[in-house]
Every structure is written in C-alpha cells, then in structure tokens.
T-cell receptor, first 114, second 115 residues
Framework: GQQVMQIPQYQHVQEGEDFTTYCNSSTTLSNIQWYKQRPGGHPVFLIQLVKSGEVKKQKRLTFQFGEAKKNSSLHITATQTTDVGTYFCAGKAINAGNNRKLIWGLGTSLAVNP | DAGVTQSPTHLIKTRGQQVTLRCSPKSGHDTVSWYQQALGQGPQFIFQYYEEEERQRGNFPDRFSGHQFPNYSSELNVNALLLGDSALYLC??????????????FGPGTRLTVT
C-alpha cells in the first residue's frame, strides 16, 4: 500500500546544532504538509508544499519538496530547546483522485540538550 | 478567532461501554476529520465529514461512527469499547476550497482511557 517513511525516527542534538528530517513516499504526491507535535500536545500545521522542487523558509526552518514529488525534508538551523517535539509529514497521493485522505509518516522525534 | 475545540479533555470508560466525543471546527472551516493517536505513534485517520456526510473513511470498524451538524461541528461515537481503543482522539478541521483543503488544524484532543 501507499506509505510514507520518515527518517530518522529519533534525533538527539545539542542546542545550536542543525537538524534534518526526511520524508520518502512510495507514491508521487500532489502536496505535502509538515506538522509539529510538542510532548503532550497536538499536531500543529507548519506548512504545505505543492510545487516540484519547492523550497519554503520559516525563520530557522527550511522545507523542501523533491523534484519528483516523492520526498521532502525539513531542516532546522541552530536548534533551540523550543524545537523539541515530533515532526510529521503528511501527503496526498497524486493518483488518489477525490480521495482527500492524507498519508502520514510515523514522525521524527527531536530532543535538544541545552 | 477561536481555534478547534474538543470536549471532553479526558474520559475514562469501561470495556463494552459507548462514548461520544465532540469537536467544533475553527471559524471558517467546513470539514472535520477525526484521528486516533496511540502513545508514541502518528495520527491514524478514522474518517472525514463534509456537508454533514462521511466523505472518507480509514481502516476502522463500524463501531466507530460520526456525525456532522449544520454548524459544521462534529461528533465521534465509539460503541462496544475495547481496551485497544485507549488513545488520544484528535479532531482536525480544514476549509474545503482549493489547496487549503489539506491544511489541517487540530484540536487539543480527547484522551480516552478504557479499563
């Protein structure tokens, strides 16, 4: 079935180090979203990418959508303790037609040592 | 601008019982999706409601049912509760128009414990 793999599953960094999580889909996606969930919290929408090769930035966060629209990445520059949480990607398969169900990755949990 | 709200926050039920969870979408949103999130896992899609009808369903048994009201709020009902139904139940709302249909705004969730 269609699935989205996220790597790594866990990442432990020192504050100030960079962090990257990767999302790889078994199928071409029409769009992809990124969400952040703090411990004990709920997923919070960060961004949506739609175009092949698209790059978007939000302060220290850089999001990329691959040229083939099958992979995506989230890069955080100079991590802070406020970046702690689990980062999920979720996308819609391009061949899903009117099916609006998103395929979710299992998430990457980020821990930051102060 | 009110975000997505859910009630109750926490709930403890016994096996075999039935439960109803409630969700009010973010202002301006007309679509509600429900997810189940077990501890340490990603959200699992249960179903989505739009125009008071179930538009999409994930791999959940018929014990899980829902409803959407004319004001776009929604309920999730689970019958014959099992221990494995213990999880965080998340409601997410979105606007049906264009690409924003996939931008989901989550409520704080209802933590259901089945004993």
């Amino acid at each position: 079935g269609q699935q989205v793999m996220q790597i790594p599953q866990y990442q432990h960094v020192q504050e100030g180090e960079d962090f990257t999580t990767y999302c790889n889909s078994s199928t071409t996606l029409s769009n992809i979203q990124w969400y952040k969930q703090r411990p004990g919290g709920h997923p919070v929408f960060l961004i949506q990418l739609v175009k092949s090769g698209e790059v978007k930035k939000q302060k220290r966060l850089t999001f990329q959508f691959g040229e083939a629209k099958k992979n995506s990445s989230l890069h955080i520059t100079a991590t802070q303790t406020t970046d702690v949480g689990t980062y999920f990607c979720a996308g819609k398969a391009i061949n899903a037609g009117n099916n609006r169900k998103l395929i979710w990755g299992l998430g990457t949990s980020l821990a930051v040592n102060p | 601008d009110a975000g997505v709200t859910q009630s109750p926050t926490h709930l403890i039920k016994t096996r075999g019982q039935q439960v109803t969870l409630r969700c009010s979408p973010k202002s301006g949103h007309d679509t509600v999706s429900w997810y189940q999130q077990a501890l340490g896992q990603g959200p699992q899609f249960i179903f989505q409601y739009y125009e008071e009808e179930e538009r999409q369903r994930g791999n959940f048994p018929d014990r899980f049912s829902g409803h959407q009201f004319p004001n776009y709020s929604s309920e999730l009902n689970v019958n014959a509760l099992l221990l494995g139904d213990s999880a965080l139940y998340l409601c997410a709302s979105s606007f049906s128009g264009g690409l924003k249909a996939y931008e989901q705004y989550f409520g704080p969730g209802t933590r259901l414990t089945v004993t």
